[in-house]
């Protein structure tokens, strides 16, 4: 891979983890604000601003390995004015944005493939968005699937179960630098690539 090469994978695939990761991480935030938790706010979360939701190596592992993660929108379940209904409707916002964007962005690439870097971006883009979408559902903290999970549980077990997210973190990077991770992930992430092939057009 030359220079020119690697730098169009970052720069497009940059643009597409914004793409991918703000509107997910606004709108969750916004809801759960909307549903009595002011903690979203309180740090920053409710903002468009994409540094306050990326994560440095999540954002890495999307560039170069086509799948990552984002900053998880710190939500206090008991905070909210239905907990278990409302947590688990703010678990779910992220994967559900996640497919919108998926589709919005498959069609604005096939609208605007007359630019290469355009359709490259996007593609990029709707790809990185099924691809979390779907993996966000894995049931490891933080992940949304942790707490999906966390919302079904007893209400008892949730807030003990929420204390464990920085293990998962920890787990999950564990996973990615042994490349153990990348390994479950390569298949999986063929897949994503080769239907939005077929969805891009």
């Known amino acids: 891979m030359n220079l020119e090469t690697l730098f169009r994978q970052i720069v497009t695939g940059f643009l597409a983890v914004v793409l991918t990761i703000v509107p997910r991480e606004y709108f969750k935030a916004r809801l759960a604000v ?7 706010a309180k740090v920053g979360r409710t903002s468009l601003n994409p540094f306050v939701h990326l994560d440095p190596i999540g954002t890495l592992a999307f560039i170069f390995l086509n799948f990552g993660w984002s900053r998880p929108v710190p939500v206090r ?55 979390y979408a779907l993996f966000s559902l894995f049931p490891i903290p933080p992940l949304d699937g942790s707490r999906i999970l966390g919302a079904l549980l007893p209400e008892s077990y949730t807030e003990w179960y929420l ?28 897949f994503i690539e080769k239907l939005t092939i077929i969805f891009t057009g």
């Open 163 to 190: 204390k464990y997210e920085v293990y998962g973190v920890l787990f999950m990077l564990a996973l990615l630098f042994l490349w153990i991770m990348p390994l479950i992930m390569n298949p999986f992430v063929k």
């Open 34 to 40: 909307r549903l009595g938790d002011q903690t979203p």
């Open 77 to 131: 379940p008991w905070n909210l004015r239905k907990r278990r209904k409302h947590f688990l409707l703010v678990s779910l916002t992220g994967p559900a944005i996640g497919m919108v964007c998926f589709l919005l962005y498959g069609v604005f690439a096939r609208s605007l493939n007359n630019s290469e870097l355009v359709f490259e971006t996007l593609s990029k883009a709707a790809r990185f968005s099924l691809t």
